[in-house]
Each structure stands twice: as C-alpha cells, then as structure tokens.
C-alpha cells in the first residue's frame, strides 16, 4: 500500500479493517471497505456484485482481490473488480502495520532511560512492571491508538519511549521538575492501553476499553502493583495517580482531572506533543495531494503545507535521512 500509484492494478492479498454495504442514489449496492497490509491502509470500493459478495467475508479478515488505483478528491483508493476470502490462514503480523523502530532497541532504550530514576521506590516499582512477563508481552506490541497517533504493533512501546525520552530532557532543563517522578509517570501513563485495546488481526477496542477506558485502567493497573510493594509512600502514589489520569489536560480531551502540578502539566504536554507529532507526520506522509498543501485535515480544522525545503537531498534521500537520525535516538547509546 505505501508505494502504490495512481493508475496502477493491483493484485494481492488484504486485510478487511472495515466494511460497509451500502447504496447509491439511484439504489444500487456497493461496499465500501479499508483494505490494509503492514505498510498502510487504502479506501476501496465494489461496485459490481456487491450484496453477493457481501456475506462473504467479515472486518479482521483477508481477501483476495484484483483492482485499480486512482484518486479521488485528492486521496488515493482502490476500485476493486474481483474479491474472494483468502484460503490462507491469516499471519496479523503480515498485514498489521508496525512500528518503524526496531522492538528490542526500544525496550533496550527504555530500560536505560529508566534507569536515571535514582528514588528507591519508584525504582521498586518500575521493576514490577519491568518483571511482569504477561505486561510486558502485552507493552512491547500494543498499538497506542486505534487511528490518529502510533496506530500501530509496537507503538504504544514507541510513543512511551518518546515521552520519556522528552521528560528526562525537559526535567534536565527545568530543575523545578522532579526528574524522577515525571519519569516514572512517562513510563506509566499509557498502561492502561495494554488493556484498552484488541489487536488480533484488526486494532480495536475491548469492552472495558470502551466502558472504562485507558486512564481509568492505568490506575487499576498501578494499584494492582502498588499492593505489593510495602512502605510505598502514599505521597508518591497519589501523584503517579493524578499523572495518569490528568495526562489528556483538559476534561474536553476525557481527563477526568486536569493537570495540577509542574510534573502533570509537563506529562500532558509531552504527550500531546509527541501524538501530535506522530499523527500530523503520518497524515501528511500519506497525503495523495498534489502540489504545496495537504488536504484538509479534519482533526485540526486547517490544511497543512507540505512544500519542498531548500537544499540538495532529493525528497527520498531526506526521508530515509530523517528516518536514520530517529533511529539513532531511539537506540540506547544516543
């Protein structure tokens, strides 16, 4: 999916993200899918034999299908002339997108940006969560996100290594931040996804991920450990609490809390910096635009200018640059 052209037949299995039959003005059926492999997902459309082909495949699993690029109103999608179920057994590491970072270097790298927490019982509790085997298999592929940021195997690891990268940096520029606590909440804040999310062969939500969701479970999470580790300060729980569930900022963006301390309000900020960042960066990757702007982005409300740079690498040479350098700062040594 990620290097498809306008105008160009393709030929290959897929996974069904979503599916929706429908009808057009004149009432006639055609479905409306998302049709994904590991590099990316495209819209597609049946036009031909629709309520036929309907029954015959579900959301989560892999089809066959043959088809044409093109674009419409600047985005790319697929029209798709025939479509089978896959006989195959389908592998969701094959058609699930995953972190561009390599998963042992990031949890290596976590583990030394953990390591700069000097207070004894953060530490503790650090290495529950660190010597927990069914979380840690859990942390290392969850996605972050079902759409807009780190929307992938792997990132919900990627985008908690970001975040504390960035909160020992900035507590290294603001003395007035505890590094110790903004760490451990950085490493923490998240958890509660690895219960929020499903990722079989389609990322989606669990039940309690919709009924509860992750920062509610975050705090579940963390009082599970905290009943193990004796003579854990309540002064440090109740902080790593408030972190968590004030991490969105605003009551707007599902906080419970908002932010009310140094430390929450610079987790907050991290974090929406970094998702921000991830989510802006992969839209416009994929923008099928042509010219200087992307189409408008609903999220933001605007569109966003993606014109050249001056200098002399040609846009592939920058992007495999840029891709290089981020790899060099999720490795351990940087």
């Not at 030394?112 to 298999?137: E, G």
């Not at 969701?213 to 440090?236: Q, T």
């Not at 408030?242 to 809390?257: A, E, M, N, T």
Request: aromatic share 10%; charged share 25%; glycine share 6%.
């Amino acid at each position: 999916m990620e290097n498809l052209a306008p105008d160009t037949r393709v030929s290959g299995c897929y996974l069904v993200k979503s599916k929706k039959l429908s009808t057009t003005r004149n009432g006639n059926p055609f479905l409306s899918l998302t049709l994904a492999d590991k590099t990316g997902d495209l819209p597609a459309k049946v036009w031909d034999r629709a309520e036929a082909l309907s029954p015959l495949f579900h959301e989560g699993e892999v089809v066959e299908v043959t088809g044409r690029s093109s674009t419409y109103q600047g985005q790319l999608q697929l029209t798709i002339s025939e479509l089978r179920p896959s006989p195959e057994r389908p592998d969701p590491e094959k058609f699930l997108e995953s972190s561009p970072f390599d998963i042992p270097v990031m949890i290596r790298s976590l583990r030394t940006v953990l390591n700069q927490v000097r207070d004894i019982h953060l530490k503790a509790l650090i290495d529950l969560f660190w010597k927990d085997r069914k979380f840690m298999s859990l942390f290392r592929k969850a996605p972050a996100a079902k759409n807009f940021h780190h929307g992938y195997l792997g990132g919900l690891l990627e985008h908690t290594l970001s975040v504390c990268r960035l909160a020992a940096q900035v507590s290294d520029h603001y003395p007035a931040l505890n590094k110790d606590l903004l760490i451990t909440a950085a490493f923490l804040h998240d958890v509660g996804k690895t219960r929020e999310f499903s990722w079989g062969m389609n990322i989606d939500y669990t039940d309690e991920g919709r009924l509860v969701g992750h920062l509610v479970l975050g705090v579940a999470i963390l009082d599970e450990k905290l009943g193990s580790l004796k003579d854990f300060p309540d002064e440090w729980a109740i902080r790593l609490k408030h972190l968590i569930l004030s991490h969105h900022g605003q009551y707007d963006f599902g906080s419970p809390k908002e932010p009310k301390f140094l430390e929450a309000f610079a987790l907050h900020l991290l974090d929406d910096l970094d998702a921000k960042i991830n989510g802006l960066h992969r839209f416009m990757e994929r923008d099928g635009q042509e010219g200087s702007w992307t189409e408008f982005n609903r999220l933001f409300r605007k569109f966003f200018f993606k014109g050249p740079f001056p200098g002399t690498l040609e846009p592939e040479e920058r992007r495999e640059t840029k891709v290089h350098q981020q790899g060099m700062l999720f490795s351990p040594d940087f």
